[in-house]
């Protein structure tokens, strides 16, 4: 099984409007990675966070580690019909592998 | 400078059948990870292959096989197709080092009959 749950799975949202995915882990996290996969395309590196805490912001995205590095928060504002797709958090231990969770698939209306 | 490049994007194969599918990865990259991405769920690691060696395995049997060659490119291979191995196959290169970001190829669909 994947080692990160995220929710929601599914994220309908107005077009304008804020909202926030969610990635929780059961263990603590060497450091998490995040990744945005357009509907037919491939996963696209986002952000990777290290730091237990860390807060990193790209335009309209602000991606939080916590503070326990078990979990991470990837928050956009202004939705825009740009940002429809799934966004993967990818847990990263010592070892080689990235672990993706399900992923919260996006959609935006108009 | 050319990303990661797979081919075939799309394939057909009936079940039982052998396929064999590749990768170039990212100029200056010299590891290679394999994973399957089931329609609706994340990509899941299949192996990663440095220095020609295979450096991790993720949890697949041993139809799935890999080689990597003294140009970095690499070969994913499945044995005895079974109609759950219909899935996206992505090839992510990096350079070797801890805890880099993945660079995807636009994947392999491969779809079993």
């Known amino acids: 099984g994947q080692q990160v749950m995220q929710i929601p799975q599914y994220q309908h949202v107005q077009e304008g409007e804020d909202f926030t995915t969610y990635c929780n882990s059961s263990t603590t996290l060497s450091n998490i990675q995040w990744y945005k996969q357009r509907p037919g395309g491939h996963p696209v590196f986002l952000i990777q966070l290290v730091k237990s805490g860390e807060v990193k912001k790209q335009k309209r995205l602000t991606f939080q580690f916590g503070e326990a590095k078990k979990n991470s928060s990837l928050h956009i504002t202004a939705t825009q019909t740009t940002d429809v797709g799934t966004y993967f958090c990818a847990a990263v231990n010592n070892d080689y592998k990235l672990s993706f969770g399900a992923g919260t698939t996006v959609t935006v209306r108009a | 400078d050319a990303g990661v490049t797979q081919s075939p994007t799309h394939l057909i194969k009936t079940r039982g059948q052998q396929v064999t599918l590749r990768c170039s990865p990212k100029?200056?990259?010299?590891?290679v990870s394999w994973y399957q991405q089931a329609l609706g769920q994340g990509p899941q690691f299949i192996f990663q292959?440095?220095?020609?060696?295979?450096?991790q395995r993720g949890n697949f049997p041993d139809r799935f096989s890999g080689h990597q060659f003294p140009n970095y490119s690499s070969e994913l291979n499945v044995n005895a197709l079974l109609l759950g191995d219909s899935a996206l196959y992505l090839c992510a290169s990096s350079p070797n080092a801890w805890h880099t970001e993945a660079f995807f190829g636009q994947g392999t669909r491969l779809t079993v009959v």
């Open positions: 292959y440095y220095e020609e060696e295979e450096r």
């Open positions: 100029s200056g990259h010299d590891t």
